[in-house]
């Protein structure tokens, strides 16, 4: 497709023609920032992911975005897909987030980004466009939706389980009991299992320190000193 240029000449006053020729590069400059921090905010994401348990990062990202796990996968994998593109100021945010969606034939990445380096701005209805045309559903529907923040402090307290005596770890679960369905129903049901058998391998190695602590030492038999006599 060819590059549509638009004709300032149309405005016949040169204050305003002036004015929103500055506009657009200041805009334009805007878009880029905002395409290049899309990138940058997958990045930063997947640094963090990676230094810590998928349910400590599930609660860390709800309590402080209110971000579901669609929306933080898809600025992962922008990342991912488009960290080192030339062309990003010609791509709408939502764009580069609707590409990077792991669906997304990599033929249509190609096409979109074909058109950006021939100076097409590549919008989300573009997008959308070149999805259907591929047969690929345009939008995640839980992508963007966010989380209810009490439900992200919920699964948060209970992934990370804390006590520096047993007083307080009996009441941080006996907290956790008494609010069990409200915690349950703010966790994915691997969430859930994933919890479950930690909470199981704890019990079993508390049991385990137990048995330990009340075993006797088994004494060693008592070897004799005292010489063999050898027979004549």
Not at 40 to 54: D, F, H, K, N, V
Request: aromatic share 6%; proline share 5%.
């Amino acid at each position: 497709m060819a590059k549509v240029i638009f004709q300032y000449d149309v405005i016949a006053d040169k204050a305003l023609r002036k004015r929103a020729e500055l506009g657009a590069k200041e805009i334009k400059a805007l878009i880029q920032r905002t395409g290049e921090a899309v990138i940058e905010i997958g990045r930063r994401l997947t640094e963090i992911r990676e230094s810590m348990p998928a349910p400590v990062f599930r609660a860390w990202y709800e309590v402080e975005f209110c971000w579901n796990q669609p929306t933080v996968s898809n600025y992962m994998q922008a990342a991912r897909v488009f960290g080192d593109l030339d062309c990003l100021e010609r791509f709408q945010p939502s764009a580069i987030v609707a590409l990077a969606r792991k669906n997304v034939p990599q033929k249509v990445i190609d096409e979109a980004v074909g058109l950006a380096r021939g100076g097409e701005t590549v919008t989300l209805s573009r997008v959308k466009l070149l999805l259907e045309q591929a047969g690929v559903q345009s939008t995640n529907p839980s992508a963007g939706k966010h989380r209810k923040p009490e439900r992200a402090a919920a699964a948060l307290a209970v992934a990370t389980v804390r006590a520096d005596s047993a007083e307080s770890l009996r009441q941080t679960l006996d907290s956790f009991v008494a609010n069990l369905d409200q915690l349950a129903a703010g966790l994915t049901p691997d969430d859930r299992n994933a919890i479950a058998d930690r909470f199981l391998q704890l019990a079993m190695q508390l049991k385990g320190l137990d048995r330990t602590a009340n075993e006797k030492p088994t004494r060693k038999p008592s070897v004799s000193k005292t010489p063999a006599r050898v027979a004549s």
